[in-house]
């Protein structure tokens, strides 16, 4: 299982991977998710430009045997959505960190108390 510890986790199974500024972030399911879920085939998020408070839905995740919420780590605005999702959505399962992140978004406040480091997030998940 694959858990990248330099980025941020939710116990929803987002990943946040935060600028070095600290203005904007991509966001993301984690390999987790993505396992659990099986064949991603479609990905529908509307949210762009909308302001999305934390633990909001901000889109849906549509695998070959359910549909899944996915919901905002932190409070922001949407500035962009990972267009070639459209096109290729198993991108997600491929490379779920890279070429499979799903939002950018800019954060509207700092606390970010509600994310969790890589080894809480492993102990979460049982790996």
Do not use: C, R
Not at 16 to 22: A, C
Not at 30 to 50: P, S
């Amino acid at each position: 299982m694959n858990i990248p510890e330099n980025l941020k986790y939710t116990q929803d199974h987002e990943w946040v991977q935060i600028s070095e500024d600290g203005k904007t972030a991509l966001v993301g399911i984690t390999d987790f998710a993505q396992q659990e879920l099986g064949d991603i085939v479609y990905i529908e998020i509307e949210t762009l430009g909308e302001e999305i408070a934390s633990g909001e839905i901000f889109g849906t995740v549509e695998a070959v045997k359910t549909v899944s919420d996915l919901f905002m780590p932190v409070s922001g605005t949407v500035l962009e959505v990972n267009e070639d999702l459209e096109q290729s959505p198993e991108a997600v399962n491929e490379d779920p960190y890279g070429k499979g992140w799903m939002i950018k978004i800019e954060l509207n406040d700092q606390d970010q108390s509600s994310l969790i480091q890589s080894s809480e997030y492993s102990t979460l998940i049982g790996a």
